[in-house]
């Protein structure tokens, strides 16, 4: 059993393979990864779907 989990203040459950991610970039690349070792691929995330298309290191300043 692989799970993929995000932040959680759950305890982790004892699996074969617990992969712990903190972005939803990082949940596509575990999924992608460990997809096809599955036979059977139950999915429940509330990831975000969509990110900026920049982002910055720092605050950004209002212009007006």
């Known amino acids: ?4 989990s995000g932040p959680t203040a759950l305890e982790k459950p004892i699996v074969g393979n617990f992969v ?8 596509h690349q575990a999924v992608m990864k460990n997809i096809l070792q599955a036979d059977i691929f139950i999915s429940c995330a509330a990831v975000a779907d969509y990110k900026p298309k ?3 290191a ?3 300043k209002k212009t007006t």
């Open 1 to 4: 059993m692989i799970l993929i």
């Open 54 to 56: 920049k982002s910055a």
């Open 20 to 27: 712990e991610i903190r972005t939803a970039d990082e949940m």
């Open 58 to 60: 720092h605050k950004i």
